[in-house]
């Protein structure tokens, strides 16, 4: 059987027994984890604007807006809630292909549960299979494909947008099959985008292109059904190297949401174990940054090339910039949405001190890990290997983490009654009937 | 400056004197045509399909579903329209692209016009504006972005549909850079599709996300303003080759609308010098179908790859099988859409006679040409050579042919008098104050 037929056969012959606990319990923290990044993410310029525009030309009040008082047609909601949890650099990442797996299928189906009846179950049921394809086929086309270009959060994620609200759906598998040729089709998002708000539609676009394709398939509009492996297929146009493999090797047995990660700072994920370092420095050891006299930094070759910023001019490049994540770790003693606003990157404390940062490449230093020195005003020179960063598969955040993160990310924004309510629905969510509760809960009233 | 700039740049500085008459004339016949394919296109399953979701799902009823009795949001109007456009395979064709340069754009720009007041000479320029900037997005990575598998009638579509749009709502230089970015990042679309629906939703796609785009950047959402030239950018991501000075060179003195064709036929452009040659033996030459003993034709090696298919057994496909279309000719003596049901590509008569085409490819033989013998029955042997296809550059369909299409593709449609109020419209279109009497107009009621 060819691929993409034998793909659509898999998603739609799961059964919620053929998923183990253990990606259940993994589906579950990423949908906690998006959901909190996506409450917070809705006070940033760009929710706002897309919000905006939504809101003039939104169908039927179907869905939340989530940490808005808006509602929206399913797909305006998925299209904004896509944005919002994607604008702080904060959601999740699926290390290997660098694909943020639940932006744009989350808000496909969260917006789908408030339409139709979906029980927890379901929902994360739908969620795993959505995020398994992602991955599956980001990895089947990755590294090559990112790197000519492509942002393959969208590029993938509209895949599993589409499984996963085709699943709810009850596509049958030519349906099935219909919707992943329409999903490909679709397909866009180029990382030339990636320091704009330009990069923070593309989860939006996924989401709310995916859903397009499970719901025109639903209504048997056909597409190929050899969209994944065709000469002129996805993987063939998209990537100049390939092995279709991967998306099916070890179905059932090996799936891709145990090794997603989720961060415990909104910046680039290299510079975590960096974060780790200087944070343990000036939180643990006391150290002011007053009394740094150099930074040094032995550090994977990817700080360098995606972070090698040294003087950013707005917030949102300060989010990808070594020398500023340092010196605001020292300065503020935190790293939150609060150290990347343009103040915080023109701060002139800011800049002496991310002056002092030296940062050296070392091919034996892995993507997670880092080796500081740090040297001192009075000649001191205190050393720290992080050797896994916090938030990195080695050392992931723990429920407790997890939950700070949302708290935080949540607290200016919805009531703490309506928090503690919505931790505990994510706590439980494979036992809640519907996950409507959620989406109205997560409403700003 | 850089490329994106300096065509931002060019599109908010046109002013409608710098349009010649003869580019305004063809883009006025460009619209007549699109608006007729799009009229005739409702009554196909694929833009019931569409519009039923698009009902389902719409905001405020802004704009007409032309060809239909439905209102819609200006976004699911241009969504469905697009669709709508490109069903038959009658919409216009950019030869050296094979864009189809309507389809994307003029659904976004016909809506916008009944969101807010938009005259016919403002319709036109926009519209020429727009076909100038896909185009020649298209000639600039054309043909190597079409022969890897992208199908350049939305990736390059999508650009001109935001320009259009952008130019109607007034973006400035820097909103116009936006919506290059933000209209390069959804560009998508693959071949594969070319034989589903899947194709039908292509420029349904790019009007409304080359819409979405524009309404973006107008409230200043950012994106690279470098997205055609830069290495992640769309020229070098989605294609291996690429000549940018394309997109500039002769601006506002060469035209690309002038290069616009319009199809006689609702098949596949290559096949139509042959259904010419076949239509003259058996309309000016009284030749019946039981005469024929066979049909020998040198043609270009296009036909051979593209329409090589011998027994379609869906209607559509006969849109692309060179057996078929000669068969038709002969016995029915038209080549509409009624010759492509799939009744049609299965009956005994066309069958048999399909198999009576023989076809040899001759490299001296350009596109839109063909040499034919017919030999008869009774032994006699008839030769024609079609040097250019009616509808080719060479050979335009005139106003009246334009006309009488139109006529043809409304005619079960709307009524007469508002088919005739539209032909009005179409023909003085640049001294209307308003467009969205055209779109009222085709209104079914």
């Known amino acids: 059987?060819?691929?993409?037929?034998?793909?659509?056969?898999?998603?739609?012959?799961s059964k919620w027994a053929d998923i183990p606990s253990s990606v259940r319990n993994e589906a579950r923290r990423s949908f906690f984890n998006w959901l909190g990044c996506t409450i917070g993410g809705t006070r940033h310029e760009a929710?706002?604007?897309?919000?905006a525009l939504a809101c003039a030309f939104t169908g039927p009040r179907q869905a939340t807006a989530i940490g808005t008082s808006h509602r929206l047609d399913i797909f305006h909601a998925a299209w904004v809630n896509g944005i919002s949890s994607h604008v702080f650099d904060f959601d999740d990442t699926h290390l290997r292909t660098v694909i943020h797996p639940s932006p744009p299928i989350a808000p496909a189906i969260l917006a789908l549960g408030e339409y139709r009846p979906v029980s927890g179950a379901d929902f994360i049921h739908a969620f795993a299979l959505g995020i398994e394809v992602a991955c599956r086929i980001g990895n089947a086309v990755c590294p090559a494909h990112y790197n000519i270009g492509w942002h393959s959060t969208s590029t993938a994620g509209v895949f599993g947008a589409a499984v996963a609200v085709g699943k709810l759906l009850g596509l049958d598998q030519q349906q099935m099959a219909y919707a992943l040729g329409l999903a490909g089709t679709q397909a866009s998002g180029l990382r030339e985008n990636l320091n704009t708000m330009g990069k923070f539609l593309h989860p939006g676009h996924a989401a709310r292109d995916g859903m397009t394709a499970a719901f025109l398939a639903q209504r048997n509009f056909t597409a190929s059904e050899r969209i994944l492996e065709a000469p002129r297929g996805f993987a063939n146009v998209l990537s100049q190297e390939r092995n279709l493999d991967e998306i099916l090797d070890g179905w059932g047995s090996r799936f891709e949401v145990l090794v997603n990660t989720y961060k415990p700072y909104p910046c680039g994920v290299v510079l975590h174990p960096i974060i780790d370092a200087c944070l343990h420095f000036a939180r643990e050891e006391g150290i002011a940054a007053a009394d740094v006299e150099s930074v040094r930094l032995q550090v994977n070759?990817?700080?360098?090339?995606?972070t090698g910023k040294r003087h950013p001019q707005v917030g949102v490049d300060g989010k990808f910039s070594v020398s500023h994540c340092v010196a605001v770790s020292f300065i503020d003693r935190r790293v939150e949405e609060d150290q990347f606003t343009d103040g915080r990157v023109l701060d002139p404390q800011v800049v002496a001190l991310s002056d002092k940062v030296v940062v050296a490449v070392d091919p034996?230093?892995?993507?997670?890990?880092?080796r500081m020195e740090l040297v001192l005003r009075d000649g001191r020179r205190l050393t720290r290997h992080v050797e896994h960063a916090l938030g990195s598969?080695?050392?992931?955040?723990?429920?407790?983490?997890?939950?700070e993160k949302f708290r935080r990310l949540c607290a200016d924004i919805l009531k703490p009654q309506q928090i503690?309510?919505?931790?505990?629905?994510?706590t439980t969510i494979v036992e809640l009937p519907d996950v409507e509760r959620i989406a109205r809960t997560a409403a700003v009233s």
């Not at 793909?7 to 739609?12: D, E």
């Not at 503690?420 to 994510?426: G, I, M, N, Q, T």
């Open 1 to 13: 059987m060819e691929l993409t037929r034998e793909l659509a056969n898999k998603v739609v012959e």
């Open 364 to 370: 034996g230093i892995a993507a997670d890990e880092v």
């Open 393 to 403: 598969l080695k050392q992931p955040l723990t429920d407790a983490q997890l939950e």
């Open 420 to 426: 503690d309510r919505l931790v505990e629905y994510c």
């Open 47 to 51: 929710s706002e604007t897309a919000l």
């Open 301 to 306: 070759f990817l700080v360098q090339e995606v």
